[in-house]
């Protein structure tokens, strides 16, 4: 597993200590379902779930029981399998589940990689949204410090990220023409954005996508006071723009600084109760942050698609004063 990642995808790969006390905690017939470790590709965490030796499980059943374990660990799953048939295959995909089949394919769409039958790796659709990555490293460009003309290893270096996660990125830019690469000598490659400021902005909105991948709700009194949080969506709209604000505040956090402290609050989060919305996010808002409050990109996004016409002219409003 581990040599086939790392070696014949090239991404960083490596296992982590799993806290047992979690899989304790889970129904019996999750836990009889499958062996559990912990294992991180390209910086984010995933739980590797090997279905148990002797159980028989439909394909329906196993994305049912894969999404209750993923909602319980607040990290998303990848399922190792054996070998794999045509129909199983196309069933997980619909679903968007993570999977692998040593040695024959590998599917992960939150790191638009598939790998088939035949050896050939392709990226997923060019209908779908850019990857958090990109995303996050066009708001960076967009907002804080320029990218353009730096070595793709000081890219890597500024953001955080591996060096062959930026050679994913460009790949994606150059695939939907965002970008060309110069090579400036025998060891540097940099980014030319072919479009600049509001231009930018407005030619990759249509490929993005809100930067939040779940909202709980939960009462104030059980957040952690280390958990680093950014004011967001109403009150954060209340901020950059003449909206009111909501009296329910609302905070952003990174997912991976979430699943830290996920087990001190998963007790007290909820779908729907509480008097704090609490979003956990791609990729971290404090990277992008203005003080406090999220960026004003990344809150546009949050609202893409809202249909509230009052919301629309404030957030347009907004990115004007931006340029």
């Known amino acids: 597993m581990e040599e086939y990642v790392s070696k014949t995808i090239g991404l960083t790969f490596k296992k982590k200590d799993f806290e047992k006390d979690w899989v304790n905690g889970l129904p019996q017939y999750l836990k009889g379902a499958f062996d559990f470790s912990l294992l991180e590709i390209e910086g984010q965490d995933f739980v590797l779930l090997t279905p148990s030796i002797g159980i028989d499980m439909s394909t329906s059943r196993t994305v049912k029981f894969v999404n209750q374990i993923s909602r319980r660990a607040g990290k998303p799953t990848l399922i190792l399998f054996k070998s ?7 069933i997980l995909i619909s679903h968007r589940e993570n999977f692998v089949v040593p040695g024959k394919q590998i599917y992960i769409p939150s790191l638009r990689i598939y790998l088939n039958e035949s050896g050939a790796i392709r990226q997923l659709a060019a209908k779908e949204n850019l990857s958090p990555s990109a995303q996050f490293l066009l708001l960076y460009h967009l907002q804080k410090t320029s990218l353009e003309g730096l070595p793709f290893k000081d890219v890597a270096e500024t953001l955080k990220y591996s060096k062959k996660t930026i050679s994913v990125v460009v790949a994606e ?21 072919k479009k600049n400021g509001r231009e930018l902005w407005d030619s990759v909105f249509p490929l993005m996508a809100s930067p939040i991948q779940k909202v709980w709700h939960i009462e104030k009194k059980h957040l952690p006071d280390i958990l680093p949080l950014h004011a967001s969506y109403d009150t954060a709209l209340a901020h950059y723009t003449f909206m009111a604000d909501s009296s329910l505040p609302s905070f952003a956090v990174d997912r991976n600084v979430f699943s830290e402290h996920h087990e001190k609050v998963q007790s007290f989060l909820h779908p729907e109760e509480g008097n704090v919305r609490l979003e956990v996010w791609k990729y971290n808002p404090a990277s992008l942050a203005d003080g406090q409050f999220i960026d004003k990109l990344s809150l546009a996004l949050c609202y893409k698609n809202t249909d509230d016409e009052r919301v629309k002219k404030e957030i347009t409003e907004m990115l004007h004063k931006i340029w």
């Open 84 to 90: 794999m048939d045509n129909i199983r295959r196309r």
């Open 173 to 193: 830019f150059q695939r939907l023409s965002v970008c060309e690469v110069e090579q400036v000598n025998e060891r540097n490659k940099v980014l030319r954005f």
